[in-house]
């Protein structure tokens, strides 16, 4: 007799019901980064004010606006006011260089460039006042500005000196000689005016990690008579990290020639203080994230060994002999294994007998020998104490061959009684792995320009914003003559003689014979001492009178 074993899909599992395990971040709203955890940089704002001082103490402020901005260009409009009316305007235009989209700066970010258009007027305290005109260009951590001014303003007078010289001149009309004044009069004007022309240029390099820009320029201007000047500018900008507060320091240093220049060098320094509008807004992260949530299979916690219960299917062949019934002895050895099995308080199911026979002999006479051969077997069970109401009894004659019915051998083997029923066995065997889903919140890349462009479109370009002068003069010279003042010349005196009785009174005239070349007329204005003694008289005519001792 034959017995095999079946094992039937079926097991009772005591397990512990599996428990998930919150992590931070799990489920909700996404977490907040701390301060730190993503790197950012310095992008600008749309809006920004600045207020300052000069190393004179003199105070100026600055305003900056973008606007139109969208991704691959923007528009910026500057305003600057300082002391005494100083200031300016300016309007910038950036873009993209060479046609490049937003699409493409996220392709081929290291072809990317942000050039800079701009035009800017500029006036300095007393309304000097020039226009500038410059390109620029801007990649990650560099940029340069060319530009190119000129004065728009004419020449302002700042001061006038009159020199006055007089000069007595003497000479001769004729044989008359005479006496002039030259009167020589000398104006001299000094002007001063923008520089006529000038060129400039502006570098700029950006350190991400301490947010500071270094700037550096160089302009020369020309004017007229042989004048010029050289400006050399240094200059430092100061981010605060996450913050809307920036500093910036700019000096300058200028030589000038020209053949009136009186103060040829100089130095000048700024210190302003900037705030950019739109808190939150002037920061961006260096590689942009979204918060994502993702659920994942982890590991279990370790679970307690599990208690299996098999069913267990016996199917025991008992055989018997040629149109027999009877149990054999040798059948009885193995059924007394089944019966073992049967009655062990292990068996969960009814025991079910079929009894089957050969192909020899008619079918109907087959059935009835199977029932016969199931009934013996069950008979044999009860015997051994198996309850009768647990046990079923059938049979199928030869319409179930186990074997083919082509020989003695197989024939034998189909003249058998099948006992099946179900038994459980229970052993304790390591659960298998368990695993529990978590979900958390992670950072997921997300496409985006490099942070630098935008700070590039909202960097407005460098140019020289004072409006230095250049001085000359001018001179003006006038000479008058006064009128001729003609000199007297000395009259022509001849000798007088006069005889005379002595002791008479003598009346000489003195005049009658004496010119004046000049026709003046003559008169007696001194009378000298006698030799012989006498005295003389005036007598007013024109005439003396002597009066003889």
């Known amino acids: 007799m ?3 074993l079946l094992s039937v899909a079926l097991s009772v599992a005591l397990v512990q019901g599996a428990w998930a395990q919150s992590s931070p971040g799990e489920g909700g ?7 730190g955890s993503i790197p950012v940089t310095y992008v600008g704002s749309n809006a920004r004010v600045s207020l300052g001082v000069t190393d004179d103490l003199d105070v100026l402020g600055e305003l900056m606006f973008v606007f139109g901005e969208d991704g ?3 528009w910026l409009t500057e305003a ?3 002391q005494g009316g100083a200031g300016g305007v300016k309007l ?3 873009w993209l260089w060479g046609g490049m989209s937003v699409e493409d700066t996220m392709a081929r970010p290291e ?3 942000v050039a800079k258009a701009f035009l800017a ?3 300095n305290p007393f309304k000097d006042r020039k226009v500038s005109l410059g390109f620029g260009m801007e990649r990650e951590h560099s940029s340069w500005d060319l530009y190119l001014s000129h004065a728009i303003t004419d020449e302002r007078q700042i001061g006038i000196d009159t020199l006055i010289d007089n000069v007595l001149l003497s000479g001769m009309e004729g044989d008359r000689p005479y006496e002039q004044l030259e009167t020589t009069t000398t104006i001299t004007r000094t002007f001063v005016k923008p520089y006529d022309w000038g060129v400039g240029l502006r570098g700029g390099r950006w350190f991400d990690q301490p947010l500071i820009r270094l700037r550096a320029g160089l302009d020369y201007e020309t004017g007229d008579y042989d004048s010029d000047q050289t400006t050399f500018s240094l200059g430092i900008d100061k981010q605060f990290r996450n913050s809307p507060h920036s500093l910036s320091l700019e000096i300058e240093s200028y030589h000038k020639t020209g053949l009136f220049e009186i103060d040829r060098n100089d130095t000048r320094a700024w210190l302003l203080w900037r705030y950019d509008f739109g808190s939150g807004s002037n920061f961006r992260a260096t590689n942009p994230t979204r918060d994502v949530e993702v659920s994942r299979e982890v590991a279990g916690d370790p679970q307690p060994p599990i208690v299996v219960r098999n069913e267990i299917a016996f199917s025991d062949d008992t055989y018997f002999g040629f149109d027999s019934s009877a149990v054999q002895n040798d059948a009885q050895t193995e059924l007394d294994a089944v019966l073992a099995a049967i009655t062990g308080g292990k068996r969960v199911s009814r025991v079910t007998l079929t009894g089957h026979t050969c192909d020899i002999g008619p079918e109907t006479y087959n059935q009835g020998l199977s029932e016969r051969r199931a009934g013996a077997v069950r008979d044999y069970l009860v015997s051994q104490g198996v309850p009768a109401g647990e046990i079923d009894v059938t049979g199928r004659g030869e319409l179930e061959p186990k074997y083919p019915n082509d020989g003695e051998e197989n024939r034998r083997k189909n003249r058998r009684v099948d006992i099946e029923f179900l038994t459980v066995e229970e052993h304790s065997e390591p659960a298998p792995p368990t695993t529990k889903t978590i979900t958390e919140w992670v950072k997921e890349p997300v496409a985006a320009p490099p ?5 590039a479109l909202r960097n407005p370009a460098k140019h020289k914003r004072t409006v230095d002068v250049y001085r000359f003069q001018t001179v003006e010279s006038n000479t008058t003559l006064g009128e001729r003042q003609y000199l007297n010349r000395a009259p022509v005196a001849a000798d007088d003689a006069v005889s005379q009785h002595a002791c008479d009174l003598i009346t000489i005239p003195v005049l009658a014979n004496d010119s004046d070349p000049d026709g003046d007329a003559l008169s007696i204005v001194a009378i000298g001492a006698t030799q012989n003694g006498g005295s003389v008289t005036d007598n007013g005519d024109g005439t003396l009178g002597y009066e003889p001792p």
């Open 2 to 4: 034959k017995r095999s």
């Open 29 to 35: 709203q996404p977490p907040a980064a701390s301060d």
């Open 72 to 74: 691959d260009s923007a």
């Open 80 to 82: 600057w006011l300082g």
């Open 92 to 94: 910038d235009y950036h």
């Open 111 to 113: 072809q990317v460039k």
């Open 121 to 123: 007027v500029d006036q």
């Open 451 to 455: 942070a630098w462009i935008q700070r």
